[in-house]
C-alpha cells in the first residue's frame, strides 16, 4: 500500500516540504508537487526525492495548446518527474503531442516514461456545479468517462478521477488504465472543498491504482500517524 498513498505537499513554506517530506519519508513512497510546492522547490527536487528511493507526482495539470503542452510535458520528463497530469478537457492532440514528446524526452535521456494521466472533472465539484459550470446538461459521471476514454485513445496512461466514477471507468477503458483519485476523506478527517469524496479503504476496495491524500495528512496535529492510519485503513481494506 505503500507503493499507492501519494501525499500532496501543498505548501509554499520551504521549511515545511523540507519537514513533511523527512518526517513521512520511511513510510510515504510518492509525493505530489502542485504549484506551491514546485515554485519554491523547482525541478532540483525530483533528483532529490528520486535519490532517497522516493517519486513525484508532479501536478501542475497542464492546460494550453498542443505545442506549448508537449513542450512543457517533454521539459519535466527530461528533468526526471515521475507522474505527469494533464486537463483532459485540453482535447485529443494536446493529450497525443504530450505523450509522443514524454517518449522522446525519455528515449534520448535514456529514463523511464513518466505516468501521464488526464484530469477528468476536479473532484471539488458536484453534479449541481458541474451543470452550472459547464452549461452541460450531460451526467457528471458520463462526462468523466468520454475524459477517461479520450485520454486512453491519445495514448494517456490514465486519469484523475473520483473514486466514486473508479468503477464506470474501468468498465469503459480496462484493467490496465491507471485511475488516481483524489477526494479521499478518513472518517476522522474534514471535507473541506472536496464535494466527490470517498474514504482510503473504499477508494482502495472499488480499485483506485493511487489515492492522493493531501489536508487529512499535512494539516494534521501529527502527520507521521494520520499517514500510518491511512496506509493501515487501506491495508484493511
Ligand atoms: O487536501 P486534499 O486531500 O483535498 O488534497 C487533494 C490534492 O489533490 C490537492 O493537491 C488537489 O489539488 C489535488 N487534486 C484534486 N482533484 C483533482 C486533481 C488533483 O483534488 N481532480
Known sequence: MRD????????????????????????????????????????????????????????????????????????????GAHMINMHASGGFEMMQSARKSAENAAAENNIPMPILLGVTVLTSIDEDGFQQNFGSERQLTKQVVYFAQLAQEAGLSGVVASPLEIEPIRRACGDDFIIVTPGIRPTWASRGDQRRITTPAEAIDRGANYIVVGRPIIAAD???AAAEMILEEMRGA
Open 4 to 79: 499507492r498513498l501519494i501525499v500532496a505537499l501543498d505548501t509554499d513554506d520551504s521549511e515545511e516540504i523540507d519537514w513533511l517530506s523527512r518526517t513521512l519519508i520511511d513510510i510515504v513512497r510518492w509525493f505530489k508537487m502542485g504549484f506551491q510546492a514546485f515554485s519554491t522547490l523547482g525541478t532540483e527536487a525530483f533528483p532529490w526525492f528520486s535519490g532517497s528511493g522516493h517519486k513525484v507526482f508532479l501536478d501542475l495539470k497542464f492546460h494550453d495548446i498542443p505545442n506549448t503542452v508537449a513542450r512543457d510535458v517533454g521539459m519535466m520528463t527530461k528533468h
Open 222 to 224: 501529527e502527520p507521521l
